[in-house]
C-alpha cells in the first residue's frame, strides 16, 4: 500500500468525483423497472418484449466489466473513464428520446457498457486514492452507492415516471454525468505505476467470454418466462455457456497474455471474498425482487407505497456503512463479515413468518437486520478482497469482483422467481387437500358461503357453490403463495449459514504507519 505522501490529495473531492459516477451506473439498473408499464405503451411492445430494456444493460454490463483492465492499460484509465462517462450520458438522453423497442435496447446496452466501467474504475480509485487505514471508509463510501441505489431506484423511477414522464429517468442523468465530467478531469489522475500496455488482444479468449457470460446472463433472465428446461432455447443458452466458459477459463489461465487475468482467482483471501460476495448478490437483489412482489401483489401496496415500505433498509445502511467502515481496521473482515453473515441470516429467517395480514413493524424490524447485516458484510468484502491484491493488479480485480456480485445477482433473482412459483404450485396442492371434503370446518366454510351468495345475488344452489368454491380457490391460492414467499426466505437464511466456514480465509489488514501489513 502506497505511503500517505504518495497518496492523491484531495481525497474526499475524488471520491465525491467518482461517486457520481457509481451512483448513476447502479441506479440505472433498478430505476427502470418501474417505469416499465408506460414505456410498453409508449412503443407498443408486450411485456416480455420490454424486459428486454432491463435485460440489455444488464447484460453489457457484465460483459465490460472483466475486460476493464485490458481497456484501461491500453487507453489510460483516465481517459477510459472520461470517455465512459460521455458515453453513459449521450445513451441516457438517447434512451429518453428513442420511441422505438430496438433503439431503446441498443442505447440501454451502450449504457450498460459504460456503467459497468464507471462501477468498476470507482472502486478502484477509491481504493488508492485513501491511505491504508481509510480503507475500510473508502470501501463504506463506495458501498452507499452500490447498495442504496438499487434499493431508491423504484422509489425514484416511480415518483419521476408519476409526477412527469418516463424519459425523465434518464434525463436527470445528464446534469449528473456533466458533473461527473467535470469533477474527474479535474481531480483524478492515473497513478505512476499504471502503465500503458500495447500488443495483441486475446480474441479468442474475448470471444469466449462473450459468447459464455452472455449465454449464462441471458439464460438467467430469461429462464423463468421460457419455463427453463422446458424451452430449447434455455438448453442451447445452457450448453453454449458451459462450454463456452469452461474453454474461457482453460484459455485465460494458459495464453501468455490474457484478456481477463483469473490468475488473480490464485489469491484465496481475493477468491472467498468474490464467493461471498456472490452470496451477498444472491440475498440483495433476490430480496430487492420479492418483497416489492409481496407488498404490491399480496398486500396491494402501489410500486411508490412499496418502495417507501423498504426504506428501513436503505436507512439502516446508510447509517451503519461508514460505522462499518471505521471498525474494520480494528476488528477485522472476519468478525466483521461472520457477524453480518449471522446478522442477515436472522433476519430472512424473521422474514419468513409473513401473513396476509402482516403489518408495518413486521416488515420494518426485519429490514433493519438486514440494512445492518448487508452493511457489515459489503464494507469489510469490498476492503479484504482488494487488501492483498497487488496495486497495478487492483482494476482487474474489481473487475472479476464486481462482475461476480452482478452475475450471482441475476442467479439470485432467477432462483427466487423459480422457487417462488414451485412453492406456490406445491403448497396449492397441499392446503386444497387438507380443505377438501374431510376437512369439516372447510364443509362449514363452503355450506355458509353458499347461503350467502344465495340470499345476496339469488342464484340457485349449483351457481353458488361454483362461486364459492372459486373464492375457496383464491384464498387457498394465497396462502399458499405466502407459505412460498415463507419458504425462499428460509432458503435465503441458510445461505449466509452455508457461507460461514468461507470467512475463515479471509486474510486481516490492518493499517500501521500507512502500510496495510496482510495476515
Avoid at 475500510?136 to 422509489?155: C, D, E, Q, R, Y
Avoid at 477459463?249 to 471474498?273: G, K, M, Y
Avoid at 404490491?296 to 461508514?322: C, D, E, F, H, W
Avoid at 459489503?378 to 473487475?399: C, E, N, Q, R, W
Wanted: proline share 4%; net charge positive; glycine share 10%.
Amino acid at each position: 500500500m502506497a505511503n500517505r505522501e504518495e497518496l492523491p490529495t484531495h481525497k474526499w473531492i475524488i471520491a465525491g468525483s467518482v461517486m457520481t459516477g457509481t451512483i448513476m451506473a447502479v441506479l440505472d439498473s433498478s430505476i427502470v423497472n418501474v417505469a416499465l408499464p408506460s414505456m410498453s405503451g409508449t412503443m407498443g411492445a408486450t411485456i416480455e418484449q420490454i424486459t428486454w430494456v432491463v435485460t440489455g444493460y444488464i447484460l453489457a454490463n457484465v460483459l465490460i466489466m472483466p475486460l476493464v483492465a485490458l481497456l484501461s492499460g491500453r487507453f489510460g484509465r483516465k481517459n477510459f473513464y472520461l470517455f465512459n462517462v460521455v458515453l453513459f450520458t449521450a445513451a441516457s438522453m438517447a434512451c429518453g428520446l428513442v420511441r422505438t423497442l430496438p433503439m431503446m435496447v441498443l442505447f440501454r446496452a451502450i449504457q450498460g457498457i459504460g456503467g459497468g466501467v464507471l462501477l468498476t474504475v470507482s472502486q478502484a480509485i477509491l481504493r488508492e486514492t485513501f491511505p491504508a487505514d481509510e480503507q475500510g471508509t473508502a470501501m463504506g463510501i463506495f458501498g452507499l452507492g452500490v447498495v442504496l441505489a438499487p434499493a431508491f431506484g423504484p422509489t425514484l423511477g416511480g415518483w419521476l415516471t408519476d409526477q412527469y414522464s418516463w424519459p425523465w429517468i434518464f434525463y436527470i442523468n445528464v446534469p449528473i454525468g456533466v458533473i461527473n465530467l467535470i469533477l474527474v478531469s479535474r481531480f483524478v489522475e492515473d497513478p505512476s505505476y499504471l502503465v500503458r500496455r500495447k500488443g495483441d488482444i486475446d480474441w479468442i479468449g474475448l470471444g469466449l467470454m462473450v459468447a459464455g457470460l452472455g449465454s449464462l446472463q441471458l439464460m438467467l433472465e430469461s429462464g423463468e418466462r421460457n419455463d427453463w428446461f422446458q424451452s430449447g432455447f434455455v438448453i442451447r443458452l445452457l450448453i453454449i455457456a458451459v462450454v463456452g466458459l469452461t474453454a474461457f477459463v482453460w484459455r485465460e489461465l494458459t495464453t501468455p497474455h490474457p484478456a481477463v487475468d483469473l490468475r488473480i482467482l490464485r489469491n484465496i483471501s481475493f477468491s472467498s471474498a468474490t464467493a461471498l460476495g456472490g452470496v451477498l448478490g444472491v440475498a440483495l437483489m433476490g430480496s430487492l425482487f420479492l418483497l416489492p412482489l409481496f407488498l404490491q401483489n399480496l398486500l396491494g401496496y402501489t410500486a411508490v407505497k412499496s418502495g417507501l415500505a423498504l426504506m428501513p433498509r436503505s436507512l439502516a445502511m446508510a447509517v451503519i456503512m461508514p460505522i462499518g467502515g471505521r471498525f474494520y481496521n480494528k476488528l477485522g473482515p472476519r468478525l466483521l463479515v461472520g457477524v453480518g453473515l449471522l446478522v442477515t441470516g436472522f433476519s430472512f429467517w424473521d422474514l419468513s413468518h409473513l401473513t396476509t395480514q402482516v403489518g408495518f413493524w413486521d416488515i420494518f424490524w426485519p429490514q433493519v437486520w438486514q440494512g445492518v447485516g448487508f452493511s457489515l458484510i459489503f464494507v469489510a468484502l469490498s476492503t479484504a478482497a482488494l487488501a492483498t491484491i497487488a496495486k497495478p493488479d487492483v482494476t482487474a480485480a474489481t473487475g472479476l469482483y464486481n462482475v461476480s456480485r452482478s452475475v450471482f445477482g441475476s442467479v439470485g433473482i432467477a432462483v427466487a422467481a423459480t422457487q417462488l412459483t414451485a412453492g406456490v404450485t406445491r403448497y396449492h396442492a397441499m392446503l386444497a387437500e387438507r380443505a377438501g371434503s374431510a376437512n369439516a370446518a372447510a364443509v362449514s366454510w363452503l355450506s355458509s358461503m353458499t347461503s350467502a351468495l344465495m340470499a345476496r345475488t339469488g342464484v340457485d344452489v349449483a351457481t353458488a357453490r361454483q362461486q364459492a368454491l372459486r373464492i375457496m380457490d383464491i384464498m387457498v391460492t394465497r396462502q399458499a403463495t405466502v407459505l412460498s414467499y415463507n419458504r425462499v426466505f428460509v432458503l435465503v437464511s441458510l445461505l449466509f449459514v452455508i457461507a460461514l466456514p468461507l470467512v475463515f480465509l479471509l486474510k486481516r489488514g490492518h493499517a500501521i504507519e500507512g502500510e496495510m501489513v496482510v495476515e
